[in-house]
């Protein structure tokens, strides 16, 4: 079992930066792979980016790649997502989530979701 939360959301100008956070509770988050996804009013959850167990392997939604970085760190049990050169398009409810697999871009194979943390870009 994994519990997460989120945090670091917040309002920021178009332009700027944000750092979330998710902590893990648990012992066993480095052998869970870490995702990062969003969900704008009125729009599906959408993925935004995946960490590999020991952060070896990263990959990001083309809509995100080159702003976006994902980190981890599994002493604290933490997984981070900065947010740089923010664009109105970039607000929504940020998620972090578990999975017991491999790296993923689907929702569904991920176990454990966070309660979210709001991001709004105003333009």
């Known amino acids: 079992q994994v519990q997460l939360v989120e945090s670091g959301g917040g309002l920021v100008q178009a332009g700027g930066s944000l750092r979330l956070s998710c902590a893990a509770s648990?012992?066993?988050?480095?052998?869970?792979?870490m995702g990062w996804f969003r969900q704008a009013p009125g729009k599906e959850r959408e993925f935004v980016a995946t960490?590999?167990?020991?952060?070896?392997?990263?990959y990001y939604a083309a809509s995100v790649k080159g702003r976006f970085t994902v980190s981890r760190d599994n002493a604290k049990n933490t997984v981070y997502l900065q947010m740089n050169s923010l664009k109105s398009g970039d607000t929504a409810v940020y998620y972090c989530a578990a999975a017991g697999g491999k790296s993923s871009t689907r929702r569904y194979e991920y176990n454990y979701w966070g309660q979210g943390t709001q991001v709004t870009v105003s333009s």
């Open positions: 960490i590999s167990w020991y952060g070896d392997t990263t």
């Open positions: 648990g012992r066993t988050f480095s052998s869970y792979t």
